[in-house]
């Protein structure tokens, strides 16, 4: 019971991905893909900052006072560089689905794919 209390942030980040993929794999909806998407982007910032606990050594910078363990800097400044990188990607993707509105005049993945007659 308690091994798996220890791992309960892996357990709900594996839980938020598979929300995530399932929102991507199943709805036909770009806007709702793209949630989908952030779902999953979510999951993976959440493992990183939960792997960058450290148990030994010391942190950096700031020598021996303080006990382990410590959150690593390194797992925080990747995952702010990635929450920049998918907000800009997010931005771009809306951007598209609106000009893909007004070409086709619906965003719905099943419409955008029937050929024409």
Do not use: W
Request: contains cysteine; glycine residues 10%.
């Amino acid at each position: 019971m308690t091994e798996g209390l220890a791992h309960l942030d892996y357990i709900a980040v594996v839980i938020l991905f598979a929300i995530g993929l399932y929102v991507v794999l199943t709805k036909q909806n770009l806007i709702k893909k793209i949630i989908g998407l952030n779902i999953m982007e979510t999951a993976v910032f959440g493992l990183i900052v939960t792997s960058g606990m450290v148990d030994g050594g010391s942190p950096p910078l700031l020598g021996q006072g303080l006990e382990p363990p410590y959150a690593s800097p390194i797992a925080h400044a990747l995952v702010l560089t990635g929450i920049v990188v998918a907000l800009s990607v997010t931005a771009l993707a809306l951007v598209l689905i609106l000009r893909v509105k007004a070409e086709c005049g619906s965003i719905e993945l099943d419409e955008l794919l029937e050929p024409d007659e």
